[in-house]
Structures are given as structure tokens and as C-alpha cells.
């Protein structure tokens, strides 16, 4: 007997709970700048729960999948950054 679905399911619940606090300091957050952490933050806990999917599936094509959601996470934070500190973001 393996204690490693288990973990899994324990890590799974754990993320689905950060994604749900980030989700609500998104809507209800005080400021723009918390709203952009709290998205770029939804974005790294998204990548973890899809790896997190593949090992307990042992599925090796998800991880190309949370290498996708990495990358639109770090372009999207990285150009909305950009726009609320200049108001544009291609010079």
C-alpha cells in the first residue's frame, strides 16, 4: 500500500484552496497591484495542481500543458505589469 495517491489527493485539496483565496483577493482586492499578484499567484497554483494531476494520473503529456500555463502566466504578468506602471506596453 502507497501513501503517494494519498499525498497527492492532500496537495490537490490544499492548491484548490489557495486558488480559491487568490480567486477572492482578485475580485475583492484593494488595489491593482494586489489584484496582479493575486493573478500571477492563480497562475503558479494552476501550474502546480496540472503537474500535481499528472503524476497522480501518470499522464506525461500534462506536464507540457503546465509548461504552456507557466509560460501564458509569466508573458501575461510580465505585459500587465508593464501596462499599469507605463499605460502601454510596446514602446
Partial sequence: MSILPYAL???MVAITVSMFLC?????????IVDRLLALDTLF???TCL?????L?????????????V??????STAALARYF???HVID
Fill in 9 to 11: 489527493g492532500l496537495c
Fill in 23 to 31: 480567486l477572492v483577493r482578485m475580485v475583492m482586492g484593494p488595489s
Fill in 44 to 46: 503558479l497554483n494552476a
Fill in 50 to 54: 496540472v503537474v500535481i494531476l499528472g
Fill in 56 to 68: 497522480y494520473w501518470a499522464s506525461t503529456s500534462l506536464f507540457e500543458g503546465a509548461l504552456l
Fill in 70 to 75: 507557466a509560460m501564458l502566466g509569466f508573458v
Fill in 85 to 87: 506602471t507605463t499605460g
